[in-house]
């Protein structure tokens, strides 16, 4: 990790988790919610289209779209 982020940061992040369990996500979940709110403001009642945009299932879009109602 050091050599992604560099030593002085690994040293403050290993200080930051003091000893608790660090979860470091995936790019995917890192960029979901932002995904997921740019769906909602996109949404003008076609879920087949947004499906088509984001490369997901109507049925997925539904679930996020409904999600936030």
Known sequence: MADVIGIDSLK????F??????YI???NNITKSIKNK???ERFNG???ELSRKFGISEVQVRN???DFK
Do not use: R
């Not at 403050?12 to 200080?15: C, Q």
């Open 12 to 15: 403050k992040l290993v200080k």
């Open 17 to 22: 988790a003091d000893e608790s369990s660090l």
């Open 25 to 27: 996500p995936n790019e």
């Open 38 to 40: 740019i769906m909602k």
């Open 46 to 48: 076609n879920y087949k």
């Open 64 to 66: 996020i779209v409904d």
